[in-house]
């Protein structure tokens, strides 16, 4: 059963039991507007959501077969912003070559290695990586949309409102040094650390839906995050991080670029590892 077929057959089977939206919502603890995405298929719900609508409704839940159905309608979700996403896989590759060239130039510029680096390249390497690291991880705020995902929306949405703030702060320390290098990257460790462990764990909740790639992402995930969080673990952390964003390209080109047979032979495959 495709989405939106399980939106039109939720919206059928509330008519038929004479419920309004607000009736139905109230009996299963949701809101008007989730109820309403799911009825347009515009989103993905989890399935203990549509357990809950259909207990209502009294209807049969394992005959939806949902885990075996829904992942062929990732794509279609995510088809109107295929161009956006291809393009935030393309910036997520410019962000990871521009945070290489950062690492080198706040090593040898902060620590007196003998680089010598303007103010003006300085925050134009900053800035590249705010706008590249925003547009990538904003795919995962639409990804947490389309699935009606509380926690990847918010992950990503942290993640991008810390990289704003750091981006900020490290060009104003480059300035001014109105606090030291040593506090500043310790509290950029620990709250971005929080914001990839986040991220992490709602990748691994997903990962019946987006497949194995989405597992083992989210394991890298949690672990960077982990690691900088700890601080004294930030150094080991930067090479899981490096991987885990390398999975999250390879992951959204992946949700793009396949077709809905592809995806369920893919959701066979995980099926199969799962049982």
């Known amino acids: 059963m495709k989405q939106p077929e399980l939106g039109h057959k939720i919206q059928n089977w509330r008519k038929a039991k004479g419920l309004t939206q607000e009736e139905l919502v109230e009996r299963c603890n949701l809101n008007v ?3 309403q995405r799911i009825e347009a298929g515009e989103v993905l719900p989890r399935s203990y959501t549509v357990k809950s609508i259909l207990d209502v409704l009294e209807v049969d839940f394992s005959a939806l077969n949902l885990p075996d ?3 062929k309608d990732i794509y279609t979700l995510l088809k109107p912003n295929k161009k956006f996403i291809q393009w935030a896989a393309v910036l997520g590759v410019l962000y990871l070559c521009l945070s290489f ?3 080198f ?3 040898g510029y902060f620590y007196d290695f003998g680089i010598e680096v303007s103010g003006v390249t300085y925050s134009l390497i900053k800035l590249g990586i705010m ?3 925003s547009v990538f991880y904003y795919v995962f705020y639409i990804i947490g949309k389309k699935l009606d995902d509380g926690l990847l929306k918010v992950s ?4 991008i409102g810390l990289i704003v703030i750091s981006s900020i702060n ?3 320390v480059f300035y001014t040094e109105y606090i030291s290098i040593e506090f500043s990257l310790m509290m950029t460790s620990v709250v971005f650390g929080i914001g990839y462990t986040l991220l992490g764990i709602a990748l691994l909740m997903r990962k019946e839906l987006l497949g194995n790639l989405a ?3 989210g394991i890298f995930g949690i672990v960077s995050g982990v690691g900088f969080t700890t601080i004294i673990m930030a150094i080991p952390a930067l090479f899981t991080l490096t991987i885990f964003e390398i999975l999250l390209i390879v992951l959204i080109v992946r949700l793009v670029s396949s077709n809905s047979n592809e995806l369920a032979e893919s959701v066979t495959e995980v099926s199969a590892v799962n049982s």
């Open 105 to 107: 130039i706040e090593i």
């Open 101 to 103: 060239v950062e690492g």
């Open 156 to 159: 990503a949405i942290v993640l």
């Open 69 to 71: 159905t829904s992942e």
């Open 215 to 217: 597992l083992v992402s």
């Open 131 to 133: 706008l590249s690291f």
């Open 170 to 172: 490290d060009i104003s």
């Open 33 to 35: 507007r989730t109820l």
